[in-house]
């Protein structure tokens, strides 16, 4: 991954919102086929473990309250280090948002790549989903990463008005197209408000996990997920 840390909120979000969509800026980014310096590998590695340590420090004690010093320990870097690739503390917390939307992005799309109809896509998204549904420190990261949107006014501004210049003309065609078109009736709802709001749902049930696990465990909380699945992602009926 480029060293290149200018990575805005509207780009981060970008990411998450389309991981369903190609990628060219994804396949570009992996098709370099120079081989890297010793310094660049070192550069990369040391980025690596910093992510990683910020993913730790972050779901555990929240954005706010991460502190850099404690992020470079626990990487085994200097805090020096941390400023070496990154400009501040929301541009690591950016970089590591936008570096995992875009790893599940490119497993969707390995994923994807065996189906060879609308039904395999959708049985498809449906495993990924319910894989997702156990994997909280994603699901605590985006939370945190929408807190921190929601927290700042003028992030979330810019975030609302770039929208309808990056996203598809038609980002429900998009998703219809890969899906099969949604239910039809009053009670129906698009296959754009299908795909956000059950990653949204399934974030709250994770952090709901955490709050009661004895209600809720790693199986319960799948079979509830997979019901949420099913319910949202109601095929329309085939034609006679």
């Known amino acids: 991954m480029s060293t290149d840390s200018s990575l805005t909120i509207e780009q981060a979000e970008f990411d998450l919102r389309v991981y369903l969509l190609p990628s060219a800026t994804m ?9 890297p310096t010793k310094h660049e590998l070192k550069t990369q590695e040391t980025r690596e473990l910093l992510l990683r340590a ?3 420090i972050i779901v555990r004690d929240g954005y706010e309250n991460a502190e850099l010093g404690e992020i470079a320990k626990l990487a085994g870097r200097t805090k020096g280090a941390i400023y070496a690739q990154f400009k501040s503390k929301e541009d690591v917390f950016l970089a590591l948002v936008q570096e995992n939307a875009l790893r599940r ?7 994807l790549e065996a189906s060879a109809s609308i039904e395999g896509n959708l049985a498809t998204l449906r495993k990924y989903f319910l894989e997702f549904a156990t994997d909280d420190i994603w699901g605590f990261l985006l939370l945190e990463f929408k807190l921190y949107t929601v927290r700042h006014p003028d992030s979330l501004a810019r975030l609302r008005g770039i929208y309808e210049g990056i996203l598809p003309a038609n980002e429900d065609a998009a998703y219809s197209a890969l899906l099969g078109p949604a239910a039809k ?6 296959r754009a408000v299908a795909v956000h709001s059950a990653f949204a749902m399934l974030t709250a049930l994770q ?3 955490k709050f009661d696990p004895k209600l809720l465990g790693a199986e319960i909380v799948r079979k509830v997920a997979a019901k949420m699945f099913d319910a949202i992602f109601e ?5 006679k």
Do not use: F, V, Y
């Open 27 to 35: 396949e570009a980014r992996t098709m370099s086929s120079r081989k």
């Open 54 to 56: 910020a993913e730790q």
């Open 105 to 111: 992005r490119a497993m969707m799309q390995r994923m």
């Open 185 to 190: 009736g009053k009670a129906s709802i698009s």
């Open 207 to 209: 952090l709901e996990s």
């Open 235 to 239: 095929k329309a009926p085939a034609r």
